[in-house]
């Protein structure tokens, strides 16, 4: 599996979690990720338990950049591409254009045009501002 797929995995993880704890569901996370994934994916449980570790400060990071938005106030899967773009940006030594790239390529195929544009303009700003 490469990195691309591992993302779209990724997404589909943090988007149920983001919906079970909106609906106070309780889940075990490693049940979760084993229900996407066959195999084992280092990537995959990096990045997923390092979003969900550092929720609250990516959650304050991507509101601090969102133009009249709140992140709370997008889709769960927006909300998922978003945090997931803004944990690799912030907290791993992934390129941030791959990072940006990733997050955009994902919004492309899974959000609307307006979403798409929304996160790669948060992302640039975030890696403008808090990384160059």
Do not use: C
Request: hydrophobic share 40%; proline share 1%.
């Amino acid at each position: 599996m490469n990195r691309n797929e591992s993302r779209v995995i990724i997404m589909t993880i943090l988007y149920q979690i983001f919906m079970y704890q909106n609906n106070n569901i309780s889940y075990d996370l490693n049940d979760v990720i084993k229900q996407n994934m066959e195999i084992e994916n280092d990537f995959v449980n990096e990045i997923v338990n390092g979003v969900l570790d550092k929720k609250k400060e990516i959650f304050k990071i991507a509101n601090e950049y969102l133009k009249d938005w709140k992140i709370n106030r997008l889709g769960l899967t927006d909300q998922a591409i978003l945090s997931m773009g803004i944990y690799e940006l912030m907290y791993t030594n992934t390129p941030y254009i791959v990072s940006i790239n990733e997050a955009v390529e994902l919004a492309k195929k899974y959000s609307d045009e307006k979403v798409k544009n929304m996160i790669n303009g948060v992302l640039d700003k975030i890696y403008h501002e808090k990384i160059d």
